[in-house]
């Protein structure tokens, strides 16, 4: 007798069903089901659950669900699964599946067609459908003894060739049914007669040409089809694959099974329409009480068969010696290939329509670290990162596409992969496809490119690091702003190195010391200018930060320093920390310009001072006062004395962190080049002090220390250009002092220059504006350049110059005007114009200084011009 009940349920259960996200677009869907030729999917949540991914099921969406879609006329643009699908299908769990015609009586009674299974936890298993039923029962032998009268269906839904697509639509969600028999048009009865979203049938024997189902209408939406405008002629699944009803169960199973459809229509004598035929038709036959009453039959019908097998089994031996050669051929090929995979060092994997990997080389076992077992009959899922899966599938469909639509194959891209230890390296893969009988295989053949990516990340970061030191060492070179430099410094530093905060620590003489530029990320407490005494600094690593000790803390907390720099580095926020020294050397400007430290633009300056203190010990006899004494050594102003300026730190305080060997590398040579534009910026201003005391030295006379003529003359050429473009006033006061030559007769010439210097102290109290400008004209002669000035201003500042002279009473015996030294005075006032000039101005102050003296001195006289 048959038990049916010993068939275990596991055969039954798809445990690779196709599944999406609650976040899938619906046309996306409905084009994956397309493909797989799915009639649901699962839609699934993934859960990380410790060490292991966790699949739970939230919904399911069939083809019936499609045909409600499309009957409500709901647009599908924009919308996910999660909107669409079932909510909290009924599942099995299975453990308590044991029973296939249990399984069966829940079927029919539920009105089932797919089963989720799922094990103790809620995890999902697999899916049970009537296909796959069908599969785990074939072949039925018993079968033959049933015809496809007795299982039938009569009441079948029918409609004419010329409805639409909408219309159809609509009749099948109304009916509840998965299909509909297109009928040929008959008289009276065309696709007008839709009333109410029913349609009138005919009651006259209908000639079937064609039929639609729940899948046909899946593939129009996928396919974006017009459902009002295409009639259902131009798109029936034609002809139609008929069978009569005298026909046993087992030819309507296997006709179904060859031509991979669900159902069959059935014919009578005349070609007309009698009834329909399912697979659930033939899973309502396995009625367990039927079974039993065909088990006797079955029997004889065994025995019939065993003396047919026996004539069979001999004609098989025979066929079985020539296959055997045959299989001994072919295997020694597939091992030649097994051999030649095996030896290669890429991985080659190939994988089915499912996405389940069929073929997994030693090359994939090395780098992938998993036995081809563990991956064998596995979804290549295994092998992608979380997130990647649906990004993959995309692409596989790309190469599915004609060769101008989408991806070429065997092109080589880089895509990303899992290790059995779930670390992700990046991969090259070229993809191929293969259409076989049985189906579509894939083969990629990857190679594992993480050695490639870190050298090329090593040598980005090596170029990018020197870019930084040439960008930095470039602007040293060329800007002398060090503040510009350093805050441009820190800047770059943290975010190359990604740090929260970047700064240069500058140390005063008792070792405290002042956070002088910083860089901080947004998020941290900005510490810039603040002053911070650090008592154990001095005592325990002073010395050491001069003689080049790097500080490289991973974190403060775990590293075993000391409490006191806990102390001082928590309250900054510093988690982890790395510090060098800033080492400027101390040398003589000659000593600098000699070693190359000075930049281009300080050794200019350098030879204008230069240049200048030549030209001032030649125009003064005080000028050998200043010049510098040359030393015996010419390399003794070179000598390097090393001290500790300061310290450039990189603070990461959200986290702990491993400071890179580069890392600290990078750091040293930035406070090399930072050492050196602080060098160069303190020469630099050195260097400018100097040349300006020289100018100034150069431009003044050196007995009266007012401007010497040559100051003069540049000065009144300025103030002359300037006041043409402002139209404004200018004026000049030349002033003589009365019966000179007679005062130096008598007092001599030491006396005579006292007397001059205090006539230009005089002077210069009368005239306190900054832009007016005293200087000696030459012997006993001064001017006074007063622009914005106009005569009447002018004679007031020349008349305040005469009182002062006067007020001095300085002893003049032999005057013929005083007993005291006295000035005459000849002012000139212009508002000056391009077609004038500069001497123009001199020669009127000049004829007004001779007539004051011919008036007969001490006075003062003004001419305009």
Same mark, same amino acid.
């Given at each position: 007798?048959?038990?049916?009940?010993?068939?275990?349920?596991?055969?039954?259960?798809?445990?690779?069903? $196709?599944?999406?996200?609650?976040?899938?677009?619906?046309?996306?869907?409905?084009?994956?089901?397309?493909?797989?030729?799915?009639?649901? &999917?699962?839609?699934?949540?993934?859960?990380?659950?410790?060490?292991?991914?966790?699949?739970?099921?939230?919904?399911?969406?069939?083809?019936?669900?499609?045909?409600?879609?499309?009957?409500?006329? +709901?647009?599908?643009?924009?919308?996910?699964?999660? @909107?669409?699908?079932?909510?909290?299908?009924?599942?099995?769990?299975?453990?308590?599946?044991?029973?296939?015609?249990?399984?069966?009586?829940?079927?029919?009674?539920?009105?089932?067609?797919?089963?989720?299974?799922?094990?103790?936890?809620?995890?999902?298993?697999?899916?049970?459908?009537?296909? =796959?039923?069908?599969?785990?029962?074939?072949?039925?032998?018993?079968?033959?003894?049933?015809?496809?009268?007795?299982?039938?269906?009569?009441?079948?839904?029918?409609?004419?060739?010329?409805?639409?697509?909408?219309?159809?639509?609509?009749?099948?969600?109304?009916?509840?049914?998965?299909?509909?028999?297109?009928?040929?048009?008959?008289?009276? *009865?065309?696709?007008?007669?839709?009333?109410?979203?029913?349609?009138?049938?005919?009651?006259?024997?209908?000639?079937?040409?064609?039929?639609?189902? @729940?899948?046909?209408?899946?593939?129009?939406?996928?396919?974006?089809?017009?459902?009002?405008?295409?009639?259902?002629?131009?798109?029936?699944?034609?002809?139609?694959?008929?069978?009569?009803?005298?026909?046993?169960?087992?030819?309507?199973?296997?006709?179904?099974?060859?031509? %991979?459809?669900?159902?069959?229509?059935?014919?009578?004598?005349?070609?007309?329409?009698?009834?329909?035929?399912?697979?659930?038709?033939?899973?309502?036959?396995?009625?367990?009480?039927?079974?039993?009453?065909?088990?006797?039959?079955?029997?004889?019908?065994?025995?019939?068969?065993?003396?047919?097998?026996?004539?069979?089994?001999?004609?098989?031996?025979?066929?079985? =010696?020539?296959?055997?050669?045959?299989?001994?051929?072919?295997?020694?090929?597939?091992? %030649?290939?097994?051999?030649?995979?095996?030896?290669?060092?890429?991985?080659?994997?190939?994988?089915?329509?499912?996405?389940?990997?069929?073929?997994?080389?030693?090359?994939? @076992?090395?780098?992938?670290?998993?036995?081809?077992?563990?991956?064998?009959?596995?979804?290549?899922?295994?092998?992608?990162?979380?997130?990647?899966?649906?990004?993959?599938?995309?692409?596989?469909?790309?190469?599915?596409?004609?060769?101008?639509?989408?991806?070429?194959?065997?092109?080589?891209?880089?895509?990303?992969?899992?290790?059995?230890?779930?670390?992700?390296?990046?991969?090259?893969?070229?993809? =191929?496809?293969?259409?076989?009988?049985?189906?579509?295989?894939?083969?990629?053949? $990857?190679?594992?490119?993480?050695?490639?990516? +870190?050298?090329?990340?090593?040598?980005?970061?090596?170029?990018?690091?020197?870019?930084?030191?040439?960008?930095?060492?470039?602007?040293? %070179?060329?800007?002398?702003?060090? !503040?510009?430099?350093?805050?441009?410094?820190?800047?770059?530093?943290?975010?190359?190195?990604?740090?929260?905060?970047?700064?240069?620590?500058?140390?005063?003489?008792?070792?405290?010391?002042?956070?002088?530029?910083?860089?901080?990320?947004?998020?941290?407490?900005?510490?810039?200018?603040?002053?911070?005494?650090?008592?154990?600094?001095?005592?325990?690593?002073?010395?050491?930060?001069? !003689?080049?000790?790097?500080?490289?803390?991973?974190?403060?907390?775990?590293?075993?320093?000391?409490?006191?720099?806990?102390?001082?580095?928590?309250?900054?926020?510093?988690?982890?920390?790395?510090?060098?020294?800033?080492?400027?050397?101390?040398?003589?400007?000659?000593?600098?310009?000699?070693?190359?430290?000075?930049?281009?633009?300080?050794?200019?300056?350098?030879?204008?001072?230069?240049?200048?203190?030549?030209?001032?010990?030649?125009?003064?006899?005080?000028?050998?006062?200043?010049?510098?004494?040359?030393?015996?050594?010419?390399?003794? =102003?070179?000598?390097?004395?090393?001290?500790?300026?300061?310290?450039?730190?990189?603070?990461?305080?959200?986290?702990?962190?491993?400071?890179?060997?580069?890392?600290?590398?990078?750091?040293?040579?930035?406070?090399?080049?930072?050492?050196?534009?602080?060098?160069?910026?303190?020469?630099?201003?050195?260097?400018?002090?100097? !040349?300006?005391?020289?100018?100034?030295?150069?431009?003044?006379?050196?007995?009266?220390?007012?401007?010497?003529?040559?100051?003069?003359?540049?000065?009144?050429?300025?103030?002359?250009?300037?006041? &043409?473009? @402002?139209?404004?006033?200018?004026?000049?006061?030349?002033?003589? &002092?009365?019966?000179?030559?007679?005062?130096?007769?008598?007092?001599? *010439?030491?006396?005579?220059?006292?007397?001059?210097?205090?006539?230009?102290?005089?002077?210069?109290?009368?005239?306190?504006?900054?832009?007016?400008?005293?200087?000696?004209?030459?012997?006993?002669?001064?001017?006074?350049?007063?622009?914005?000035?106009?005569?009447?201003?002018?004679?007031?500042?020349?008349?305040?110059?005469?009182?002062?002279?006067?007020?001095?009473?300085?002893?003049?015996?032999?005057?013929?005007?005083?007993?005291?030294?006295?000035?005459?005075?000849?002012?000139?006032?212009?508002?000056?114009?391009?077609?004038?000039?500069?001497?123009?101005?001199?020669?009127?102050?000049?004829?007004? $200084?001779?007539?004051?003296?011919?008036?007969?001195?001490?006075?003062?006289?003004?001419?305009?011009?």
């Amino acid at each position: 007798m048959l038990i049916t009940s010993a068939f275990s349920l596991h055969q039954a259960i798809d445990r690779h069903p $196709l599944t999406v996200t609650p976040d899938s677009p619906v046309y996306q869907v409905i084009a994956l089901m397309s493909q797989a030729r799915a009639s649901c &999917v699962l839609v699934v949540e993934r859960q990380q659950l410790g060490a292991d991914d966790r699949i739970f099921i939230s919904g399911i969406f069939t083809e019936r669900d499609v045909v409600k879609v499309t009957d409500q006329e +709901r647009s599908i643009e924009g919308v996910a699964i999660a @909107e669409l699908m079932t909510h909290k299908p009924f599942t099995l769990k299975e453990a308590e599946a044991q029973d296939i015609l249990t399984l069966l009586k829940l079927f029919r009674q539920a009105k089932f067609r797919h089963l989720p299974i799922v094990d103790d936890q809620s995890t999902l298993v697999g899916l049970i459908t009537h296909q =796959s039923l069908r599969e785990v029962l074939q072949p039925a032998d018993w079968m033959r003894l049933r015809r496809v009268t007795e299982v039938m269906t009569t009441q079948v839904i029918q409609a004419p060739s010329t409805i639409s697509l909408i219309q159809l639509t609509q009749l099948m969600a109304q009916k509840r049914v998965s299909s509909v028999v297109i009928v040929q048009n008959t008289e009276g *009865h065309n696709s007008t007669e839709v009333q109410s979203g029913d349609i009138s049938l005919p009651h006259s024997p209908s000639i079937p040409v064609g039929i639609i189902t @729940e899948r046909d209408i899946l593939q129009f939406r996928a396919l974006g089809l017009d459902f009002y405008k295409t009639k259902a002629e131009t798109v029936m699944s034609s002809p139609l694959l008929p069978i009569r009803s005298s026909d046993s169960l087992i030819a309507a199973h296997e006709k179904m099974r060859q031509q %991979r459809i669900r159902r069959l229509v059935v014919l009578g004598d005349a070609g007309e329409l009698i009834g329909v035929i399912t697979q659930t038709s033939l899973l309502q036959a396995l009625d367990p009480i039927e079974v039993d009453a065909s088990v006797g039959a079955l029997q004889r019908v065994i025995e019939e068969r065993t003396a047919e097998l026996v004539q069979t089994n001999k004609r098989l031996e025979q066929e079985i =010696s020539e296959h055997q050669k045959t299989e001994a051929a072919r295997r020694l090929s597939e091992g %030649r290939l097994a051999g030649i995979l095996n030896i290669a060092q890429d991985a080659v994997i190939s994988v089915d329509e499912q996405m389940r990997v069929q073929l997994f080389n030693q090359g994939a @076992e090395k780098i992938f670290g998993y036995t081809a077992a563990e991956v064998l009959q596995q979804p290549i899922d295994l092998l992608l990162p979380p997130g990647f899966t649906k990004a993959h599938r995309q692409h596989i469909f790309s190469l599915s596409e004609p060769a101008d639509g989408g991806q070429q194959m065997g092109g080589r891209r880089e895509i990303w992969l899992r290790r059995k230890d779930r670390t992700e390296f990046p991969a090259e893969a070229s993809i =191929s496809k293969l259409d076989l009988p049985e189906g579509t295989v894939w083969t990629v053949i $990857l190679r594992d490119i993480s050695d490639r990516k +870190r050298t090329e990340e090593a040598l980005r970061h090596q170029m990018a690091r020197e870019r930084l030191l040439a960008s930095l060492s470039l602007r040293i %070179r060329q800007s002398l702003d060090i !503040n510009t430099i350093l805050n441009t410094t820190v800047a770059e530093v943290r975010q190359f190195l990604k740090a929260d905060r970047v700064i240069i620590y500058r140390f005063e003489p008792d070792w405290s010391g002042i956070i002088a530029v910083e860089s901080v990320g947004p998020g941290w407490v900005p510490i810039l200018g603040t002053t911070i005494h650090d008592i154990c600094f001095a005592v325990n690593y002073l010395d050491r930060y001069e !003689n080049g000790r790097i500080e490289a803390i991973e974190d403060i907390y775990t590293s075993g320093i000391s409490q006191c720099r806990i102390d001082l580095l928590a309250p900054l926020q510093v988690r982890a920390n790395l510090v060098v020294p800033i080492l400027k050397e101390t040398r003589g400007a000659e000593g600098l310009v000699s070693t190359g430290i000075l930049s281009e633009a300080a050794e200019q300056q350098h030879d204008i001072v230069t240049q200048n203190s030549v030209r001032a010990k030649h125009s003064r006899s005080e000028s050998s006062a200043i010049t510098p004494k040359q030393s015996a050594n010419p390399d003794a =102003s070179a000598t390097i004395a090393p001290s500790l300026w300061g310290l450039l730190g990189v603070h990461q305080c959200s986290r702990a962190r491993r400071w890179q060997e580069w890392e600290i590398d990078l750091l040293k040579q930035l406070a090399t080049q930072v050492a050196i534009a602080l060098q160069q910026a303190e020469l630099y201003q050195k260097l400018l002090a100097a !040349n300006q005391q020289l100018l100034e030295l150069a431009s003044s006379d050196g007995l009266t220390l007012v401007a010497n003529r040559r100051r003069f003359d540049e000065y009144l050429n300025q103030e002359w250009r300037r006041l &043409v473009r @402002e139209r404004e006033p200018l004026s000049l006061i030349l002033c003589d &002092v009365d019966f000179f030559k007679a005062y130096n007769d008598t007092y001599g *010439h030491i006396a005579g220059d006292i007397c001059l210097q205090k006539v230009a102290e005089a002077i210069r109290q009368a005239t306190r504006r900054p832009a007016d400008l005293v200087a000696r004209y030459g012997g006993e002669e001064f001017a006074v350049i007063l622009p914005n000035t106009h005569s009447a201003g002018a004679v007031y500042v020349a008349e305040q110059i005469r009182s002062k002279v006067a007020t001095m009473q300085i002893d003049h015996p032999n005057s013929q005007v005083s007993q005291f030294i006295t000035l005459s005075l000849g002012v000139g006032s212009t508002i000056p114009d391009y077609q004038s000039s500069p001497a123009q101005l001199i020669a009127a102050a000049d004829q007004a $200084l001779y007539e004051a003296k011919a008036q007969g001195r001490d006075r003062t006289v003004a001419h305009n011009v």
